[in-house]
């Protein structure tokens, strides 16, 4: 099983939905993620179950890898991490979270189990079964006080208006770009997880790269998990951004 972490051994977001056990969970999505077991005392469960790591928790958790990061000057405004399953979002997510002491809020622990289930079976989802996740996800990034990371595949033009005009036009998009090729392998390697590779084509067809969006990083993926991470963070220290 391997697991390209940047910080070995530490604990990750926690998502938990309702009606599922933590075992249940743990097998939808990644194997080797200790999830609901590192649960620390400063993490809270939200309305729908959704477990948000505080961010004094997060800093407790930070490796060796990611201190220096603590030098980053507090960024203004949430993060979400995009683009079609596989490309790494989770990962990413988490790192950045890490490294600006934010809460991270995987988005896929928001989707109703209806969605889950669909993707589950390898069929794609529609508008229609994404507009109340992104709801969702937007009610969260409005209704937090501080600054979140959120990870949300945000394919199309639309979801993200959605998703900007929820956050009040402050969030920044990371688009984690990458080959087919990259992307598949990616999926077909990773163990677990609900989301059937078969599945990347229609995520790919519906795609709508987010390319001169306002606020928006593009970060290649074809290199190591700590290389995109660092690319990640590099292209967020960009002071246009906090305009
Ligand atoms: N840059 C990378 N190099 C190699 N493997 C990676 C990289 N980024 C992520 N992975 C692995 O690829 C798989 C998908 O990553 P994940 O973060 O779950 O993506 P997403 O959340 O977008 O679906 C996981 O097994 C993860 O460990
Ligand atoms: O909009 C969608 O079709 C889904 O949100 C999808 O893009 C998402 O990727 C899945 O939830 C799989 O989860 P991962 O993104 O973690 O692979």
Redesign the pocket.
Known sequence: MSCPRISEGSCELVSLRQGTTPEGNRQRRTSFRSKSACLGAGAALSANGVAIMSRRDERSMASPDTSPLDQVSKFPGSIVVMG???CG??SVGEAVARAFGYAFIE??GL?PQTNIAK?SAGV??TDED?WP?LGEIGRQLSASAEPLVV???A?KRSYRALLRERAGGDLIFVYLQGSRDVLAGR?QHREG???PASLLDT?LA?LEEPIGEPRTVVVDVDQSAADVIKATLAALRDPGLSS
């Open positions: 079609v399953s596989g979002k989770t988005g896929d989707h993707m794609p989802l994404r996740w990870s949300c595949s394919l999926m997880h609900f989301m995520q519906t």
